[in-house]
């Protein structure tokens, strides 16, 4: 606990992120137009060491023997077993700029109650897009970051062995619509994180760099700038991502409860606030007796054996002294003070939560 203490410390203290530090605009923004598209697709992976659908998966024959067709084999799915047989669903995804021939990594998902996909092959799938056409094909070996094992009743399960990946084992047959217009009268720029801060540095960077004119600034997020009709838009785009600002970032705290992170700016002041912090414990233990009567009292309807509870409760409360904290206090400072009253993460947590409800914590708090 006092490493993962000094270790947020460390993390959050002041001038550890540069203000000055300058950023290209390429690792800001992306140009309209450009965008991933999702893939998805239906198969079956065969060859399966008995771990896959059941026979309940009526699915899961049926689409075998829809398969087998295609090789001229008209078999009935009351003659298959589907137990070294799993579907699947297989999803990927295709660059803005992918071109015919281009390789996909593809994500492989059992469909059925197959428990392991471990050693299987995926048919070749057909995968399409958003507007329903066919757009890769899909096929080989999965590679399964898991296991599952069973004997007499017993399992030994390592991650999820039903979900499996296949580096590279989708080929792009056709390529996506570009979005992007060459021919366009105006170019955009969409920034990853919105802050018309950081939105009119880019404008003002752009202008003095390139001398671009006509740069409008449509909103936190969008740049516009006009594109001359003789201008090499490739080139004119390679100039634009070359120029370097300085990012305004937002103040902001990062929580996960649920693994004891937090993650805040190098810009994230405190105001003035007092912080005093106890631990009440309550423990009650109870030991139950049995009271019996002597040998020598014969047992009636009044006289007999009685279990007689023992409770006892025991009040601790530890006491920590206060911590006082200066305006303009950053979120390091404030660890390492609550660090030497030997806070763990989880009441740093709390405390955080507790100094922006007495709104003396100047940043957007996320919970996550």
């Known amino acids: 606990m006092r490493a993962m203490l000094l270790a947020l410390a460390c993390l959050l203290l002041p001038g550890v992120t540069s203000a000055t530090e300058q950023v290209r605009i390429k690792e800001l923004v992306r140009i309209q137009g450009e965008r991933d598209y999702a893939l998805v697709g239906y198969g079956l992976v065969v060859g399966l060491a008995g771990t896959g659908d059941s026979d309940r998966n ?45 390789k996909l990594d593809v994500e ?34 999965v590679s399964v970051g898991g296991h599952v094992f069973e004997a007499n009743a017993n399992s030994v399960q390592k991650n999820h062995p039903t979900v499996g990946r296949i580096p590279r084992g989708a080929t ?33 960077s752009l202008f003095a760099e390139l001398g671009l004119q006509g740069i409008r600034v449509v909103h936190a997020a969008k740049v ?28 902001r705290i990062v929580i996960n409860e649920r693994t004891g992170t937090v993650v805040a700016g190098s810009n994230v002041r405190i105001g003035e606030v007092n912080i005093s912090q106890g631990n009440l414990n309550v423990v009650v233990s109870t030991r139950f007796q049995v009271s019996q009567p002597s040998f ?19 009040v601790t409360e ?47 708090l996320v919970i996550q």
Do not use: C, W
Not at 330 to 348: N, P
């Open 172 to 204: 792009l047959e056709r390529a996506p619509v570009l979005a992007v217009n060459a021919q366009a009268e105006k170019l955009a720029l969409i920034l990853h994180e919105p802050d018309y801060t950081t939105a009119q540095r880019i404008a003002d």
């Open 296 to 314: 020598l009292v014969r047992p009636g309807q009044s006289i007999g054996t009685v279990v007689v509870p023992d409770t006892r409760l025991e």
């Open 318 to 364: 530890q006491e920590r002294g206060p911590v006082q904290l200066a305006n303009g206090t950053t979120v390091g400072e404030l660890v390492q003070a609550l660090y030497h009253v030997r806070l763990t993460i989880r009441e740093v947590i709390t405390v955080l939560q507790a100094i922006k409800q007495a709104g003396a914590l100047h940043a957007e």
């Open 108 to 141: 492989v998902s059992s469909l059925g109650d197959a428990r392991s996909l471990l050693g299987g092959t995926l048919l070749m799938t057909s995968l399409n897009g958003p507007d329903d056409r066919l757009y890769a094909l899909a096929q080989g070996p």
């Open 58 to 102: 009526k699915s899961t024959r049926q689409s075998l023997v829809n398969t087998l067709k295609r090789f001229n084999l008209n078999v009935s799915d009351d003659d298959l077993s589907a137990r070294n047989t799993a579907a699947v669903m297989v999803t990927g995804t295709m660059r803005s700029f992918s071109e015919g021939g281009d």
């Open 224 to 251: 516009e700038l006009p594109i001359v009709r003789a201008a090499n838009l490739p080139r004119l785009i390679a100039s634009i991502e070359r120029v370097t600002v300085r990012p305004d970032y937002a103040a």
